[in-house]
């Protein structure tokens, strides 16, 4: 049998590198491809024959279950654990497992829940059951390890070593990176120590490796995106309108666009590159938008250009405005005739007047 019952999500994180999108919204409810980013993993677990979940909560974690319930629409069981102090990765699995039905020696997937990622879960699950091991680990390779920790592995598969970030060219001993995709027998969990903070990967897993217990790392390079930053997340919403990150609970087709039903699009407006068009919103005559994502009820005025951004909820953008690689906070008013680009963060409620700032000239 190649799939676990249950699964742990962890959910608590603040998503400060994400802000302003997290302001008011937790990372994992932040929309990418038109319905919160969570529904992509909770949609890709359920597929992989995954039935009862449990996230693990802690930043705005009220509005979590109002939105998924008791996840029976989605075809789940799904509980919710708050942390009232943080507890690391290691301590957020912990504290969630009196929640699991598991037997001692039983699979338990963890996922974080900031990673889009195509990863074969069943074919994870069973290279843990074939290998034997205490913890199975996902593992990706990226051309630049050193903003991750590195996992080198033996012929096998077994893993030899836990690296931090890598900073001298000698350390960087593989291009396999922890990928946040764990299948954890159900005894490790419970060895977890309660009460504290723990993290997994500085704590949990390299204890388990010197105290000769198995670790299986299973290598598996289709899509993998960390979300950790604004323009991560544009681009992971948009590779899910394209279909290059696979989830099945894209609302509709895969194409150059994704426009929900609500949204009212000008005739002459061009929409390209996986952008998506939330409830409510608008885009004016003869806007340009590429690869980027409208949150519900943003205003586009007319021939405003919009490339690689997101535009947050109620934000309006004004007539001729520029944006390139920007993030404009809910409910922002960016007046006409402004030209904003390379990573600028417009907070929330923030107003910016007619042609305030421009990299050009205004000739």
Not at 21 to 44: D, E, S
Not at 263 to 281: F, H, I, Q, S, W
Not at 295 to 311: F, H, K, N, P, R
Request: hydrophobic share 40%; charged share 20%; with cysteine.
């Amino acid at each position: 049998m190649t799939q676990a019952q249950e699964a742990i999500l962890l959910v608590g994180g603040k998503g400060t590198r994400l802000r302003p999108l997290t302001v008011n919204t937790p990372k994992p409810m932040v929309p990418a491809a038109g319905v919160p980013f969570l529904t992509h993993q909770l949609a890709r677990a359920r597929a992989a024959g995954v039935e009862h979940i449990v996230l693990a909560t802690s930043y705005l974690a009220e509005v979590f279950e109002p939105y998924f319930g008791d996840g029976s629409s989605l075809g789940l069981h799904l509980e919710y654990v708050t942390e009232v102090e943080p507890l690391g990765t290691g301590g957020a699995i912990r504290n969630v497992a009196s929640r699991l039905r598991s037997g001692p020696d039983d699979p338990v997937l963890v996922f974080n829940g900031d990673i889009l990622t195509g990863l074969d879960i069943r074919a994870l699950v069973g290279t843990h059951r074939s290998s034997g091991a205490e913890v199975s680990l996902h593992l990706s390779r990226v051309e630049d390890p050193r903003a991750f920790g590195l996992v080198p592995t033996d012929a096998t598969g077994r893993v030899t070593a836990f690296l931090e970030k890598p900073q001298t060219p000698e350390e960087i001993v593989t291009d396999q990176i922890n990928a946040g995709a764990y299948v954890f027998r159900r005894s490790v969990i419970d060895r977890i120590p309660t009460g504290r903070p723990v993290s997994v990967e500085r704590e949990t897993f390299p204890e388990l490796l010197s105290s000769g217990a198995h670790l299986q790392g299973m290598v598996d390079s289709t899509y993998w995106l960390d979300l950790g930053t604004p323009q991560a997340f544009v681009r992971g919403s948009a590779d899910l309108v394209l279909g290059r990150a696979p989830s099945p609970a894209v609302p509709g087709r895969c194409g150059d666009r994704l426009v929900l039903p609500t949204a009212r699009v000008a005739a002459d407006a061009k929409l390209t590159g996986g952008t998506v068009v939330g409830e409510g919103a608008t885009v004016g005559e003869g806007a340009r938008i590429s690869g980027s994502t409208l949150l519900d009820g943003a205003v586009v005025e007319a021939g405003a250009v919009i490339t690689d951004s997101l535009v947050g909820a109620g934000a309006r953008v004004g007539a001729r405005t520029v944006l390139t690689d920007t993030v404009v906070g809910d409910g922002a008013v960016i007046g006409a005739d402004n030209e904003l680009r390379d990573g600028v963060r417009v907070w929330c409620d923030a107003h910016l007047p007619a042609g305030a700032i421009r990299f050009s000239s205004d000739q």
